[in-house]
C-alpha cells in the first residue's frame, strides 16, 4: 500500500535544458506501473527522483499524500531493485537477503523469520546456505529481489531488473514478479524499455519520450486507443504500419499519387476536413496477395519470417517497408500486392489521433479544490483529454460533499467511489459523448 503523486516535475542536469520536462502522474495503491520508453527518454530519472536519489529541479513530489520535496529520502520507505543485482559473492543466499534488513530494528529471532518467510515465498528456502556463484541466474535474480522484497517496504522501484536474463527467464520472471506483487501486496513501478514487458505485466503503462509522458493508459488502452501517433507505433509487436496520407477529392494519396483505397480513413477525414495525415495499420491488418485486382499496391516480398502458424512478411512498396502478418504461404522475391482496406487508425499532422467525435474534452462543473480531485485531473490530461469547466453540461460532476465523481453517459448516472474506477470509466466518455450506446463495462474489467 502506499501512492505518489508527481506534480509538474522537472529535471535539468545542465542550465536550459530539462531531461524530465513538466511530468505529472499519479500511482496507485497495489498497482503495477510500468514506465517504457526508448532510451533517453528519462524512465530511470524519473525512477530516481521518486526514490529520492536525484533531486528534482521543480515539481512536487508526494508520498501517501505527504509531500516530500524537503524529507530526508531516508525516510521514504522503499525498495530499489537495479538492471545490475550485485549480490555479494562472499556471502550465502541468507547474508544476502539479510542485507536487506541492514537499516531495521529487530530481534534476531525476528529477523531470522523474516527472512526464512521471505526465502520461502521466493522459493529459496532450500538455497539459504548456497552462495551466488552455486546458482543459477534466475535464483540468483530471486536473491536479489528477496533483498529488496524482504523489509516489506509498501513501495517497490525496478529498473530494468531483467534485462541481462536470457529470454526464457525473463518470461518466467515476470510471471512471478507479478504474482509475487499481488502476495505482497505492494505498490510497484517498473522500468523498461521493453514494451513487450510493459504489455505483459502492468496494470497501466507510462509511455516516456523525451523526458515527457506521451500517454498513461492500461495495456489494452494503449494499444487499441493510442491518443498519439508515437503510441500506435511503440505499443505492440510487430510494429504498425504508417503512411502518410493526403486527402483530395474522396480519393487517399501518399507520395503524391498512388491511390489507396480505405473508407474508414477517407470518412472520417472528410468529417474531420482534414487534408493530410498518418495511417497506422497492424500488420494483422494488413492483407496481402498474389494477385492485382486494380485497387491493390504492387510490392516486393523481402523476407519471411515463419512462426508457426504466422508468418511475418517485410514488404518494399511505395518506397518504404511493411509488414504483414498472414497465415498463409508467400515466397520471398516474389511480387506481392498490398491491400490497404483494413481497419486502420488516423492521426492528423500533429500525428494526435482523430477520432470519429472531435470531442476529446471533458467538461467538469467546478475547479476542484481537494487534492485527490486535482490528481485525477492531472491524470485524464495525461490519458490525452483537454478540460473544460462549466457547471452546465458537464460530464464529470465534483461532488466533494460526497467525495464521489459522478460520471454521465448519455443520459446515465455512474457513481464513482474510487480514483481508479474514474480511469475504468473514463477511456469510454470519447465514445460515450456520441449517440452510440457501448457496453464498456465488461471490456473494461476484462483487460484489467
Ligand atoms: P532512460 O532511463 O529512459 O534511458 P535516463 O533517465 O537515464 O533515461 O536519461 C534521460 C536523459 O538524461 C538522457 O539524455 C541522459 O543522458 C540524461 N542524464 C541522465 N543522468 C544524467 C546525469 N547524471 N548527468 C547528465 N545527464 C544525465
Ligand atoms: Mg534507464
Known sequence: MSKISLQHVYKSFQKDSYVINDISLEIFDDEFLVLVG??????????????????????????????????????????????????????????NIEFGLLNKQMSPLEKKKTVEDTAKKLSLYEKLNSYP?????????????????VDQSSLVLFDEPLSNLDAVLREEMRTELIALQKMFGMTCIYVTHDQIEAMAMASRIVLMMEGKIVQVGTPYQMYHDPMHLDVATFMGSPE????????????????????IYNQEVMKLMKKQKLEKGYMAIRPKDLSVHHQQTGERIPGTLVAVEHYGLNKLLHMEALGQTFRAVVDRDFEEKKQV??????????????????????KT???INQQPKDYEYIQVINELKNYGYRI??????????IDEKNSTFIYFQ???????????????????????????????????????
Not at 504498425?240 to 491511390?259: A, F, P, Q, R
Not at 500486392?337 to 472531435?358: C, I, M, P, Q, S
Open 38 to 95: 526508448p532510451s533517453g527518454s528519462g524512465k530511470t530519472t524519473t525512477l530516481r527522483m521518486i526514490a529520492g536519489l536525484e533531486e528534482m529541479t521543480k515539481g512536487n513530489l508526494y508520498i501517501d499524500n505527504k509531500i516530500q520535496n524537503d524529507e530526508d529520502p531516508s525516510t521514504r520507505k522503499l525498495s530499489f531493485v537495479f538492471q545490475n543485482y550485485a549480490l555479494l559473492p562472499n556471502l550465502t543466499v541468507y547474508e
Open 133 to 149: 556463484n552455486q546458482l543459477s541466474g534466475g535464483q540468483r535474480q530471486r536473491v536479489a529481489l528477496a533483498r529488496a522484497l
Open 240 to 259: 504498425s504500419n504508417v503512411l502518410s496520407i493526403e486527402h483530395k477529392d474522396g480519393l487517399l494519396y501518399t507520395k503524391g499519387s498512388k491511390i
Open 337 to 358: 500486392y498490398l491491400d490497404f482496406k483494413g481497419h486502420a487508425l488516423l492521426f492528423n499532422e500533429n500525428k494526435n489521433r482523430v477520432l470519429e467525435t472531435v
Open 361 to 363: 474534452e471533458i467538461v
Open 388 to 397: 473544460a469547466y462549466n457547471e452546465k453540461n458537464a460530464d464529470l460532476i
Open 410 to 448: 448519455g443520459k446515465k448516472e455512474i457513481q464513482l467511489k474510487d480514483l481508479k474506477d474514474v480511469f475504468t470509466y473514463v477511456h469510454y466518455l470519447k465514445t460515450c459523448l456520441t449517440d452510440k450506446e457501448i457496453n464498456y463495462t465488461k471490456s473494461s474489467r476484462n483487460d484489467e
